[in-house]
Each structure stands twice: as C-alpha cells, then as structure tokens.
C-alpha cells in the first residue's frame, strides 16, 4: 500500500538534512505502528513479530522548492510531499488509520521544532500491475551494502553501479527473500532477480558530471554514520512477488529510514 500525503510548512522554512530517524519516528506515531490494535492484527495474520515494532516500510520527502545553504535546507516553496510505503497491514490502515491521519492538523519534527507541516490531503496511490521484468525511477536512495573485515574489524562497504552486477543481484534476492519471509512466514527458496542499472541515465550523468551516489549523513540508534545510496533508476527481472516485496517495503537497506522508495515506470 502506498500513501502520498501533501504537506505545507508553516512557521520557519529552514529545515535540517539529517531528518530521517525523527520523520521515521513520526511516521511511526502517525501510523500507529507501535499499538496494541496493530499488534493484535499482526497477531491474527500470524505475523512472526506481532510482538515486536512493525518497521517494514519506507518513505520520501519531497520538497517543491528547495535551496541547500551549508548544513541546512531552505524552502523556497511551503509545498513538501511525503510518500509512504508499506505491506500487510493495508485493511488495518484503512480501517483505523486514514481517517485519523485525515483529521490531525500537522507533522512536527523533533529536531526541527520551527518548521511544522500541515496536512493539506491524503491519497491511497494505486499499485502498479506487477511482472517478471520492471523498471524503477527511485524517490529516495538505494542503500547496498556488505560487510567485510579490515584488519579483522567488521565494516560497511556500500555498493553503486561500479561495482560487480552478481554481487549486487546476491545481495538485492538476498534481501527481498528475507521481507518476503517476515511478511508471509514461507520461503521463496528458488526466487531470484537480476538489477541492471539504466546505462543511459548513467552515460547522461557522467557527460554532464552529475553525481550518481549521494553520500548522507544519517543518525541510526542515536549515533551519526555516513552512507552511500545510489540515486540510479533500475530494472528488475525475476520473481514478481519479490519484485511487489520491494515495491512495498523498499529496495535494499536502511527502509524504515527512508530509503529505497521506487516508483515502477508505466509501461514496464
């Protein structure tokens, strides 16, 4: 289930970059995710972790207007819009949720207390018809990463369109088949997909000197790390479920923080 809820700021217009974990938290509060009602659903679509926070979901925050100054964002336009993204719980949303979000006022961020959005209108987005092969334009980015050792110390290392296609393919089936496995508790054991990066996005941006990743700082349990996302649209061919998996939950990691929100293209 995919929601676009249209916000407009009020108060200050300066807002912080590393917002993520405070909107997460918001949207989580906004959602309910956290409630007995929501558990006790989970618990009836006999949900592995009905008794744990539902954390599969992710989101974008688009702003109309924007200018970066330093450390900070400056909104040139009021008009910002918040996608969210989400599977299993789409009755129990509409049964207990959209209207609640319908009537509250406004989305205060917790460390950015001057800028307050109201919310101007909701809207359930329809789902794309799914198939074996898909393309995808990304609203938020994709973070991929491994975990490999330097001098014995365990670190992240973050993939983009240079590295090898196998590996990010492994490691995007990998993932799906895991969200897969939470949402329905039954196993994919075959399933697969292939990624192929749009080779001419990629050609335009190098032409023109564009970046292609985006390097983000980002606040994950209470402490600051860096982060590489890819920020290239995509194809995806292989097991429709998974490629719905990703559609609802987000590609890749980091989701519930807003990252790898896609949109399918028309037509794929």
Request: aromatic share 12%; proline share 4%.
């Amino acid at each position: 289930m995919r929601l676009l809820i249209k916000l407009k700021a009020t108060k200050e217009k300066e807002f912080i970059y590393n917002y993520n974990s405070s909107l997460s938290e918001e949207i989580s509060n906004l959602l309910g995710l956290d409630s007995d009602g929501l558990k006790d659903f989970l618990s009836q679509k006999n949900y592995r972790f009905a008794d744990k926070p539902f954390r599969l979901f992710t989101f974008a925050l688009h702003f109309e207007n924007v200018l970066h100054r330093s450390n900070k964002l400056y909104l040139r336009s009021h008009n910002a819009y918040l996608y969210l993204s989400f599977p299993l719980i789409d009755q129990y949303i509409k049964d207990n949720v959209l209207e609640s979000i319908r009537a509250k006022s406004e989305i205060a961020i917790k460390r950015c207390p001057n800028t307050v959005f109201t919310i101007q209108n909701l809207e359930v987005l329809p789902d794309p018809i799914f198939n074996d092969q898909m393309e995808f334009d990304l609203r938020s980015p994709v973070i991929i990463s491994i975990r490999r050792k330097i001098k014995d110390i365990p670190t992240n290392f973050y993939l983009t369109f240079k590295d090898n296609p196998y590996d990010i393919s492994r490691i995007i089936t990998e993932d799906l088949k895991r969200k897969y496995s939470l949402i329905y508790n039954k196993e994919l054991p075959n399933a697969m997909v292939k990624l192929d990066w749009d080779r001419n996005f990629i050609e335009d941006k190098l032409r023109n000197k564009k970046k292609l990743t985006a390097k983000l700082s980002i606040e994950i349990n209470h402490r600051k790390s860096i982060v590489v996302g890819n920020i290239t649209p995509f194809r995806l061919r292989g097991n429709k479920e998974l490629l719905q998996i990703g559609y609802d939950t987000g590609f890749g990691f980091l989701n519930s923080l807003g990252f790898g929100l896609a949109d399918a293209r028309s037509g794929s």
